[in-house]
């Protein structure tokens, strides 16, 4: 940080009052209500209606000050979750300190909660009806058209953050691009669609990679301890991927012993429990998601959809449009996949299937509390590191990479019907892209594609 110190950040905390909290509540109930257009929306209506204009006012009624709100932005954006809703609990954790950080992100939260919890029982109780089913074969390329257009703006922000071996226009936006940025992204792509890893693998491979590059001087400055923490590192990782093999190589007798300890038996019993499953998938998926909410979309593709088979790839693709429908972040879109998970796992019950949801929402919320609450103060001085910066580029490059990886499996859902390709689907996903960058909101575009498939599925 330039102006303010690290023990200036843990200063920002404020006091909680019963007044102060209800105004928290109001604020971000309202911005939460009517907050369409996505995280850059959000962050411009905070700014706007919480910064104090003129500190040196004593009428002024903002809550921070310029600085203290550009600090705040600057450290959400590097955690990782989705950086608006971490921006408003930021600013209530200013105006309210901890409890007032609980009061902002719920309050923020709750509308967007029960609009896709509404959605999800809309959706998975009249799913089979034909005008439900058409609504949403026409909402599925939309929604894959809105994700490429997202990932291309991300894309052009990451390829500008190393060197510049490249620039030159498209459509009169200019774009500024580091060659092995482009590489990395283009390889984190082809390994997403073709292997799907873990996407933190691909994050944490990206990182070290740039450091490698970028940072060669460092590394050979410290070569000692890169060298240490690179051989832990590939042995543990080895040691994970190739884990039942390491398990026959001890022999019966030890994986025998290891499978009737009473600590093993107790991870079993807990890891059987889909309470526990969904809780802490989603605890998992929400400490990762670094770079917005769209990385989500590899972490679900490949665990929900893949190997936990919790819901179908177009499911998830319908989910993703319910999220988009709300006010709110896309990361909501995790409710939707709460409530599906205890709606089978219950036969069918209502009152569990949205207790699954809230489940999951405070999982892949949670870690968005705990970053600023607990460690905002040490993100704010891990942020000033040029190592860790530069490593943050090459993750930058990869995030995008993995999300439009994933985007392809999910893209094979939406447009190959009855094993042939539909080329109807293929022309509203281009379409999509093309008007989501000429400035359409993404909410008129879902319903745009849903209207079509209704007279797609009844006139054509």
Known sequence: ????????????????????????????????????????????????????????????????????????????????????????????WVRGGNLGAVVAGGAFMLPTFLLVVLFSWIYFAFQAVPSVEAFFYGINPVVIGLIVGAAWSMGQSALAEGRTDLEFDVRGSTWQVDVLLVVLLVATVLVTAVVNPNPVVAFVVAGLIAVALYRSAWVRANLRAVSIGVVVGSVAAVGYAFRDRVLDLLGPSARSALEASPIWGLLLLLWSNTWVQLFAFMLYTGSFIYGGGLVLIPFIEKYVVNEFAWMTAREFVDGVAIGQLSPGPVVMTTAFVGYKVLLDASGGLLMVAVLGALVATIGAFGPSFVFIMGFFPYFAKVRENDVIQTALTGVNAAVVGAILGATVTLARESFVVDGVLDPLTVVLALATFVLFHRGVDAVYLIFGGGGIGMAAFFVL
């Open 1 to 92: 940080m330039t102006e303010t110190s690290t023990a200036d950040v843990a200063s920002y905390r404020g006091e909680a009052t019963p007044e102060t909290l209800r105004e928290i509540a109001r604020y971000f109930l309202y911005i939460g209500i009517v907050g369409f257009g996505g995280p850059l929306v959000h962050i411009a209506m905070m700014e706007d209606d919480l910064v104090d204009d003129d500190p040196d006012d004593p009428a002024s009624d903002g809550w921070t000050d310029q600085s203290t709100f550009m600090e705040g932005l600057a450290i959400c954006n590097t955690l990782p979750g989705p950086a608006s809703t971490q921006l408003g609990i930021f600013l209530g």
